[in-house]
Structure formats: structure tokens, C-alpha cells
């Protein structure tokens, strides 16, 4: 599947999103900051991407981290997993978060975070008097046991 990106000025020279190996569920998305970002512990940041994508009909992109900032560093996408929805035109930010003990840098081309494209089933509510009975029943958390 093709998708179609533009790309903003200050995003000029850095690869657009790309599969890490042929397996891998998401594409790397990079930060297209003009000058290094630091995230403090605890504080948080809007990092550009510099890419406005067009995802097809019917389908989201799903922002998601990339397991080795949160391992190294505890940096993670603080709305995770983010929403792009098929209309929307606008650049493409990450939300970073730094969970960690120490001051993180995101440097110009750094992989950020990853793209996963998903299909979506259109749906409509109806409210109705009772539910169908399952085993789980109302149980909510913890409540299908520890092991």
C-alpha cells in the first residue's frame, strides 16, 4: 500500500518513515527539530515530524513508542497510542514524555517514535436493556487472575 506524504521545509534531507527490518509492524517516524531538544524528567514535548500524511479511507495510523527510548532512556509517547485519523492533513507531532531519571536530548533525525497503519470497522451504537452473559461477566481489572 502507497501512501502519499508531503513534506514541510524542516523536514528537508531526513528519510521519510521506513520499516526497521522486514518484519517489523511500524514504520520509524524522526524528529525534525531545527536545534536539539531536551526533555527534562518529568516534562514533556510536541517533537515534529515534518510529514503530513494522507492515510487511506477507512484506515488510522497509530503513533506508537519505540521500545528502545522507553528502555533506555523512559521516554514514551505520553498519549500512546496517538491517533491519526485518515482526514486529518496536518503535520504529524509526537508527544514524547520523559518518565526517566536524567534529561534526555532528541537530536535532528532521531527515531522517535513508530507508525503502524490499521484497518478500521465502521460501526453504530444501540443502546439496549441488558448485555449477553460471558464467563468474565462485569470483572474488571485483575479480575481474570494473576497467573
Same mark, same amino acid.
Given at each position: 500500500?502507497q501512501?502519499?506524504?508531503k ?11 521506513k520499516?526497521?527490518? =522486514?518484519?517489523?509492524? @511500524?514504520s ?7 536545534e536539539?531538544?531536551?526533555l527534562?524528567? =518529568? ?14 479511507a #477507512?484506515?488510522? +495510523? ?5 521500545? =528502545?527510548?522507553?528502555?533506555?532512556? #523512559? ?10 485519523d485518515?482526514?486529518?492533513? @496536518? ?7 520523559n518518565? =526517566? ?7 535532528r +533525525?532521531?527515531?522517535?517514535a ?6 478500521l ?23 481474570? #487472575?494473576?497467573?
Amino acid at each position: 500500500m502507497q501512501i502519499r506524504v508531503k513534506r514541510l521545509p524542516h523536514a528537508s534531507g531526513l528519510p521519510l518513515p521506513k520499516a526497521a527490518t =522486514g518484519g517489523a509492524a @511500524g514504520s520509524d517516524l524522526r524528529a525534525a527539530v531545527e536545534e536539539p531538544v531536551v526533555l527534562e524528567p =518529568g516534562r514533556f514535548a510536541a517533537i515534529p515530524t515534518g510529514l503530513c500524511f494522507e492515510l487511506p479511507a #477507512g484506515t488510522e +495510523g497509530q503513533v506508537r513508542p519505540r521500545s =528502545g527510548l522507553a528502555r533506555r532512556h #523512559g521516554v514514551t509517547v505520553l498519549n500512546s497510542p496517538g491517533t491519526v485519523d485518515c482526514d486529518f492533513r @496536518g503535520e504529524i507531532q509526537i508527544l514524547l514524555i520523559n518518565h =526517566g531519571p536524567e534529561p534526555v536530548t532528541i537530536e535532528r +533525525g532521531d527515531r522517535i517514535a513508530q507508525l503502524v497503519l490499521a484497518r478500521l470497522v465502521d460501526c453504530e451504537f444501540e443502546e439496549v436493556d441488558a448485555l449477553s452473559d460471558t464467563e468474565r461477566g462485569a470483572g474488571g481489572w485483575g479480575s481474570s #487472575g494473576l497467573q
